[in-house]
Nanobody, 120 residues
Framework: VQLQASGGGLVQTGGSLRLSCAAS????????MGWFRQAPGKERRFVAA????????YYAESAKGRYTISRDNAKNTVYLQMNSLKPEDTAVYYC??????????????WGQGTLVTVSS
């Protein structure tokens, strides 16, 4: 499974961005898709994840109420709508595919990351 993330960029505080992650290859083996982020000098952390069919999703506390994860199975694409962005949201955002989980180590497939920079 190959993942291609896109949609990052520079945005002002309070702005919005939508990240996309397109999967290709043996996508039938993928049940969950998730987003993680790594801020400068920090470890990569879980942001959100979504299951394949039922729409169930997990969110990190920092994402609840501001971020929405969604999935288009016909396009093998997962989205992360990010609203009310803050400077502390600045990070490289990675998409991942595998089981439906919040545990980073359980995801076997990873995209290349897309940089989100929120200016104050």
């Amino acid at each position: 499974v190959q993942l291609q993330a896109s949609g990052g960029g520079l945005v002002q505080t309070g702005g919005s961005l939508r990240l996309s992650c397109a999967a290709s290859g043996r996508t039938s083996s993928v049940y969950g898709m998730g987003w993680f982020r790594q801020a400068p000098g920090k470890e990569r952390r879980f942001v959100a994840a979504i299951g394949r069919n039922d729409g169930n999703a997990y969110y990190a506390e920092s994402a609840k109420g501001r971020y929405t994860i969604s999935r288009d199975n016909a396009k093998n694409t997962v989205y992360l709508q990010m609203n009310s962005l803050k400077p502390e949201d600045t990070a490289v955002y990675y998409c991942a595919a595998g089981p439906f989980t919040v545990v980073e180590a359980l995801y076997p497939y990873w995209g290349q990351g897309t940089l989100v920079t929120v200016s104050s």
